[in-house]
């Protein structure tokens, strides 16, 4: 069964900073795509962040210069790291994880709010 879980999200003033994670299991995690998503009310969820097996990494334009990905293939898991957080920031954030057989898989979300 695969899972993905994340955490470290919550409510942080602008241009404050937090730490998402993404515990994933099920899957050769060393293998896959890993992505992070987010969703505002009313709005499409869009691709913020991406880390390849390899290491490369592409940034939704908004974002690039504030966050971060990065992944540990020791423990599966991957993180987003975001600084200089803005109001227009506020979205469910979801992790997703594209194996090397072309499955991808989603996790439940976790809510960030920027908001002073």
């Known amino acids: 069964q695969v899972q993905l879980v994340e955490s470290g999200g919550g409510l942080v003033q602008p241009g404050g900073s937090l730490r998402l994670s993404c515990a994933v299991s099920g899957i050769i995690f060393r293998l896959a795509t890993m992505g992070w998503h987010r969703q505002a009310p009313g709005k499409q969820r869009e691709l913020v962040a991406r880390?390849?097996?390899?290491?490369?990494?592409d940034f939704a334009d908004s974002v690039k210069g504030r966050f971060t990905i990065s992944r540990d293939n020791a423990k599966n898991t991957v993180f987003l790291q975001m600084n200089s957080l803005k109001p227009d920031d506020t979205a469910v954030y979801f992790c997703?994880?594209?194996?090397?057989?072309?499955?991808?898989?989603w996790g439940k979300g976790t809510l960030v709010t920027v908001s002073s």
């Open positions: 880390i390849r097996s390899g290491g490369a990494t």
């Open positions: 997703d994880a594209e194996t090397a057989t072309g499955m991808n898989y």
